[in-house]
């Protein structure tokens, strides 16, 4: 089994820009693909972005597309999420997860995912 660790939350104005960093142990994720989540109080779990193993597709929310960016590196067992203009509707503990090697979901859905991190917190003040 992976362990997931998030890091790189804090509290940013509105416009501003944060880094969230995905490290992973126990094994390697060069063959996951990998995504971010996001939670807000009394909400359901939502996607965010996920990256494919070799890196070379991504995915993107609806509401984060064009603001966020993805990325990995395999050398350093690592996925980060760059997080640009942000808005206070980006507001919630961030995820990040590990895909199942034969999953039967879409990136989109959190079934898919069979390792998670605890989460960090994004806070984005108005």
């Known amino acids: 089994q992976v362990q997931l660790v998030e890091s790189g939350g804090g509290l940013v104005q509105a416009g501003g820009s944060l880094r969230l960093s995905c490290e992973a142990s126990g094994r390697t994720i060069n063959s996951n693909d990998m995504g971010w989540f996001r939670q807000a109080p009394g909400k359901e779990r939502k996607f965010v972005a996920a990256?494919?193993?070799?890196?070379?597709?991504?995915f993107y929310g609806d509401s984060v597309r064009g603001r966020f960016t993805i990325s990995r590196d395999n050398a350093k067992n690592t996925v980060d999420l760059q997080m640009n203009s942000l808005k206070p509707e980006d507001t919630a503990v961030y995820y990040c997860?590990?895909?199942?090697?034969?999953?039967?979901?879409?990136?989109?859905?959190?079934?898919?995912?069979?390792?998670w991190g605890q989460g960090t917190q994004v806070t984005v003040s108005s």
């Open positions: 997860a590990a895909a199942a090697r034969n999953r039967r979901y879409g990136l989109d859905d959190t079934g898919a995912y069979d390792s």
């Open positions: 990256i494919s193993g070799s890196g070379g597709v991504t």
